[in-house]
């Protein structure tokens, strides 16, 4: 078991960066694979980075790549999302999730496949 718990969304103009935290508190063997979902309203949630916390090997979406970095402390047990050159198309509720399994087995792609979720942060960009 574990709990996530995120923080650091907001409100920025287009082209504004904003970096998102999720702090996971439990049994490391749960976080396995930690990952950025977000959910836009009227849309299905979409995985946007995820990341192997035993080996850190990352995954994006296309849609986020080059602008969005995914890193951990593990010292902190915190997940970070930089995201830098933000568009209005990025609004959207962002979760924290994780799996027990790894990354590159449970893939990005999709949403049942992650056991444990934050209860998001919400981020706006105004263009």
């Known amino acids: 078991q574990v709990q996530l718990v995120e923080s650091g969304g907001g409100s920025v103009q287009a082209g504004g960066s904003l970096r998102l935290s999720c702090a996971a508190f439990?049994?490391?063997?749960?976080?396995?694979?930690m990952g950025w979902f977000r959910q836009a309203p009227g849309k299905e949630r979409e995985g946007a980075a995820a990341?192997?916390?035993?080996?850190?090997?990352?995954y994006y979406a296309d849609s986020v790549k080059g602008r969005f970095t995914i890193s951990q402390d593990n010292a902190k047990n915190t997940l970070y999302l930089q995201m830098n050159n933000l568009k209005p198309e990025d609004t959207a509720m962002y979760y924290c999730?994780?799996?027990?399994?790894?990354?590159?087995?449970?893939?990005?792609?999709?949403?049942?496949?992650?056991?444990?979720w934050g209860q998001g942060t919400q981020v706006t960009v105004s263009s």
């Open positions: 999730a994780s799996d027990p399994r790894a990354c590159r087995i449970i893939g990005l792609g999709q949403v049942y496949h992650y056991s444990y």
């Open positions: 439990g049994h490391s063997s749960s976080t396995a694979c």
């Open positions: 990341i192997d916390t035993h080996d850190t090997s990352t």
